[in-house]
């Protein structure tokens, strides 16, 4: 398996075909992550993700995200929502397009986030791994195959089509 990382980059603005609907992927007390939608395009692959922490957890989330006032101390510790994809034998962590949370980074109440990861490619055996994971909030590594079929653009169903 080759590793990659694979980048923070925007999606094209048009052109997409929802290839999977979403799915729940981790409901637990205080902490709910789901798959919102699979888009296709020539280019690759969109992956959108909710994440709703409340309770306790939202205060680790606050905490473990919050802005570092010094960029040079070291010391100051942050954590985020890991996601790693495998498709074919490409694997590695994937940075989010999104990575700053929609609301509740100040204050009391639930914290949510909507991350994208964008997939330079198409997996060629229609379906991908992926493992999220926040252990410093109570998410252990989850890992789900994500099932899409062929790709909806034939003319890039095979090719190396990275971003």
């Known amino acids: 398996m080759g590793r990659h990382r694979w980048p923070a980059l925007a999606p094209p603005t048009t052109g ?6 979403g799915m729940p992927i981790v409901a637990e007390k205080d902490l709910v992550l789901e798959l919102s939608a699979a888009t296709a395009f020539m280019s690759g692959l969109l992956l959108r993700f909710a994440l709703c922490v409340t309770g306790v957890r939202a205060d680790f989330v ?34 989010p397009f999104q990575p700053t949370p929609d609301s ?11 991350p994208q990861y964008w997939i330079g490619t198409y997996p060629t055996t229609g379906s ?17 195959t994500l ?15 990275h971003r």
């Not at 802005?67 to 101390?73: E, F, K, R, V, Y």
């Not at 509740?104 to 909507?114: I, N």
């Not at 991908?128 to 789900?144: I, M």
């Not at 099932?147 to 089509?161: Q, R, Y």
């Open 104 to 114: 509740g980074l100040e204050g009391s109440g639930p914290y949510r986030t909507t």
């Open 16 to 21: 997409g075909v929802a290839v999977h609907a």
């Open 62 to 95: 606050r905490y473990e995200t919050r802005p570092l006032t010094d960029a040079l101390d070291w010391s100051a510790q942050w954590s985020y929502l890991a996601v790693r994809i495998l498709v074919d034998d490409l694997g590695g962590a994937a940075d």
């Open 128 to 144: 991908l791994t992926v493992t999220a994971s926040w252990p410093q909030v109570g998410l252990h590594p989850t890992s789900f």
């Open 147 to 161: 099932t899409l079929g062929p790709s909806p653009f034939p003319t890039t169903f095979g090719s190396d089509a």
